[in-house]
């Protein structure tokens, strides 16, 4: 540790750390636009200067390390002045242009030139232009404004791992480019509109829609992965208009996915806003009451056996709760959370848990991808896996997912089930990397778990976890990625088939006579018996939608207070942002609607209750936070090694920006699969 005195206030950081830090430390304000805690030291802008005793000029303190006994000054006459010239060369070619910006409100070049630069300018010449640079139909570019930062290029390099932009010519000439003007092919680009200081990177499609200060702001989850993003939640009356991350460093950091962040205007389009019911082949509107008799006229003389219910992968857990509590008054145990048929061993909850989290993901230092493509099933998490191979000492292997871009490199270790088997014995080469580590990790993506050996897998890879030293008493190595924000709730609800109950696939062709879809849109609706009455309860006119006898129109996850638990077990909450559109309700009300009408009342009429009914049934709900476990009970999941199958395992994802409803009715996602998808799905297909 080091000692120093910050204007008078003696603080104490640590080697290495740099003087604005130290000046942090201290609580003292040092204005900056290159500098960025999560990415590295560039020293641009000078705009951070502090006069250093004896020091012979004022020094750029994000670039200069602390030392033993230094004195430091933020505020004196010959640091105002050098930061007011520095301000002076930043604005002498930035245009006046801040009524028409879209960063006006939140520009830091706004603040700081209020804060620390002079009141009058001195420049008479004519300014520089440059000329816009296509980054692709998400970042709207206006380069002119560009302050030559950096951070765009850094975190392109760094954190998304996608090296597409830099730097060309010098001095006032000097532009950022893609070299080759074509789109960002990052599935995290949005967050160079955040890190940019000034106005040259904005969003593209909500290009001149409003200003920071008329959105009221909402705490939120993001759901369109499995990750548990915090959102900021960002409406302007009963419309969402922008989605922007909040800091969780256990998390998300301050990071965010594209999706999540660009497919709100989905939320607004194909909406179902009041209910349906299909009368002699055609979908009529009718009132609530219609809809829920002609649901209690169709259950009734209906034996429980032959009711199946479907949960969707954007369900909160309150409505889930309530679907199951439906069920079980009806007599069926067919209730699944599972759409794409992955199978878990429900033994113990850390078999389907990522259970390193996401943040101990740092400490790792070995990790074995199987049947897993974070990149797209989970790219704020595959940033994480970036940060730490970019630490050093992080080998990594792939298996089941030959040819893809993980933005990192990677040890392919072919495709074919039998190769587990080499890992076990040790004849493939990366089973010594795993054994020789310390805290080696491995993950199984959903690839691995919708296959019909899912089971033989699952125990081959927590023997290999058990066998290599990933499994102790500190240390879960074992991990599962999940896809779908609602999978881990449903899991820990038990919204599983009861012993002797129809799965998904068991209620497909005629296996049940009614069939409650929550928000249930990842199969084929042609799957489904053509004389089985299907109950459709969603936000989105989708296809499971338009096979729907009656459908309830219910809210999406901006439009309700709801409960989720990511991939590592993390509960969390979001808030309504606002109303949902029409006669559309909180799926657990419509619910609880229903099981009046039909004499099966449910036992809760507020969300309190609802929550208090969750915490009953599975106390992890009651958490506030997520403790690491390790293992204590080394018995591995119910598998055959011998059952390994002879299909080569490939990667479940499709087009990214495709995954749901609300992206699919999002023309902003339909616009990003036309530039991106055609080589992302040639990528995958070899």
């Known amino acids: 540790m080091a000692k120093l005195t910050v204007d008078g206030i003696p603080v104490e950081v640590a080697n290495g750390s740099t003087v604005l830090q130290a000046c942090e430390a201290a609580g003292k304000e040092i204005p900056r636009f290159c500098y960025h805690e999560r990415l590295s030291i560039a020293g641009n802008c000078r705009m951070c200067l502090v006069e250093v005793e004896k020091a012979p000029k004022p020094v750029a303190s994000c670039g200069y390390p602390v030392m033993e006994g230094m004195v430091v000054k933020t505020d004196t006459e010959v640091v105002r002045r050098a930061r007011r010239a520095v301000m002076e060369f930043l604005l002498i070619n930035h245009p006046l242009d801040c009524p028409i910006c879209d960063q006006g409100g939140q520009c830091d070049l706004q603040d700081?030139?209020?804060?620390?630069?002079?009141?009058?300018?001195?420049?008479?010449?004519?300014?520089?232009?440059v000329t816009d640079k296509y980054l692709g139909p998400l970042v709207k570019t206006v380069m002119t404004r560009c302050i030559q930062c950096t951070r765009c290029i850094r975190f392109a390099t760094e954190i998304a791992g996608v090296p597409e932009l830099g730097a060309t010519s010098r001095g006032e000439n000097m532009e950022i480019t893609t070299y080759v003007e074509q789109a960002l092919t990052s599935e995290l680009s949005g967050n160079l509109i955040d890190i940019c200081p000034v106005g040259a990177l904005t969003s593209k499609p909500d290009a001149f829609v409003a200003r920071p200060w008329e959105l009221k702001k909402t705490d939120s989850i993001d759901v369109t992965d499995a990750v548990g993003t915090n959102i900021s939640v960002q409406a302007r009356g009963a419309e969402v208009l922008r989605?922007?991350?909040?800091?969780?460093?256990?998390?998300?950091?301050?990071?965010?996915?594209?999706?999540?962040?660009?497919?709100?205007?989905?939320?607004?389009?194909?909406?179902?806003?009041?209910?349906w019911l299909r009368v002699h082949g055609k979908l009529h509107k009718v009132s609530w009451q219609d809809a829920f008799v002609a649901i209690g006229n169709r259950l009734e003389g209906v034996q429980g056996e032959r009711i199946g219910a479907i949960?969707?992968?954007?369900?909160?857990?309150?409505?889930?709760?309530?679907?199951?509590?439906?069920?079980?008054?009806?007599?069926?145990?067919?209730?699944?959370?599972?759409?794409?048929?992955?199978?878990?061993?429900?033994?113990?909850?850390?078999?389907?848990?990522?259970?390193?989290?996401?943040?101990?993901?740092?400490?790792?230092?070995a990790l074995l991808l199987v049947g897993c493509d974070p990149r797209h099933a989970a790219p704020v998490l595959n940033a994480r896996i970036r940060k730490r191979y970019t630490a050093g000492g992080f080998p990594i292997g792939v298996f089941g997912t030959p040819g893809l871009d993980h933005t990192y490199p990677v040890t392919d270790l072919g495709d074919h089930p039998s190769r587990l088997a080499g890992l076990l014995d040790g004849s493939v080469a990366f089973a010594?990397?795993?054994?020789?580590?310390?805290?080696?990790?491995?993950?199984?993506?959903?690839?691995?778990?919708?296959?019909d050996d899912a089971a033989a897998i699952q125990a081959a890879c927590w023997q290999l976890a058990r066998d290599v030293g990933a499994l102790s008493a500190e240390w879960n190595g074992y991990n599962v990625l999940h896809t779908a924000a609602s999978r881990v709730a449903g899991l820990e609800l038990g919204f599983v088939p009861s012993p002797g109950a129809r799965s998904v696939a068991g209620m497909m062709s005629g296996g049940v006579k009614v069939l409650w879809l929550l928000g249930a849109d990842e199969f084929h609706p042609a799957r489904i018996g053509p004389d089985t009455f299907v109950i459709y309860q969603g936000h989105h006119g989708d296809a499971s939608a338009?096979?729907?006898?009656?459908?309830?129109?219910?809210?999406?996850?901006?439009?309700?207070?709801?409960?989720?638990i990511n991939t590592e077990g993390r509960v969390q909450r979001a808030f309504r942002?606002?109303?949902?559109?029409?006669?559309?309700?909180?799926?657990?009300?419509?619910?609880?609607?229903?099981?009046?009408?039909?004499?099966?009342?449910?036992?809760?009429?507020?969300?309190?209750?609802?929550?208090?009914?969750?915490?009953?049934?599975?106390p992890v709900f009651a958490r506030t936070s997520l403790p690491r476990f390790g293992v204590r009970d080394f018995t591995g999941p119910a598998g055959d090694l011998r059952a390994l199958g002879s299909a080569p395992l490939v990667s479940t994802m499709g087009d990214y920006y495709q995954t749901n409803a609300i992206s699919r009715a999002s023309m902003t996602m339909a616009e990003c699969t036309r530039v991106y998808a055609p080589s992302a799905i040639k990528t995958a297909a070899e």
């Open 432 to 451: 010594g990397m795993l054994r020789g580590a310390a805290r080696p990790m491995i993950v199984l993506g959903q690839g691995a778990l919708v296959r």
């Open 546 to 564: 338009v096979h729907a006898d009656v459908i309830l129109p219910g809210a999406a996850y901006t439009e309700k207070p709801g409960t989720y």
């Open 243 to 275: 989605i922007l991350p909040r800091v969780n460093d256990a998390v998300n950091e301050e990071w965010m996915a594209d999706k999540g962040r660009f497919s709100l205007d989905g939320l607004k389009r194909r909406r179902l806003d009041s209910p």
């Open 112 to 129: 700081q030139a209020y804060a620390y630069g002079s009141d009058h300018s001195r420049y008479a010449e004519n300014k520089r232009a």
């Open 311 to 365: 949960a969707g992968d954007l369900c909160d857990a309150e409505s889930m709760l309530a679907l199951k509590d439906l069920m079980a008054s009806l007599g069926s145990g067919n209730i699944d959370c599972r759409q794409d048929g992955a199978r878990y061993d429900t033994g113990r909850r850390e078999f389907g848990l990522f259970n390193t989290t996401i943040a101990g993901i740092e400490e790792a230092d």
């Open 577 to 618: 942002a606002v109303f949902p559109p029409g006669e559309a309700k909180e799926d657990w009300r419509i619910l609880r609607a229903v099981s009046e009408v039909i004499g099966r009342k449910l036992p809760y009429d507020s969300l309190e209750a609802v929550r208090e009914r969750l915490e009953q049934v599975n």
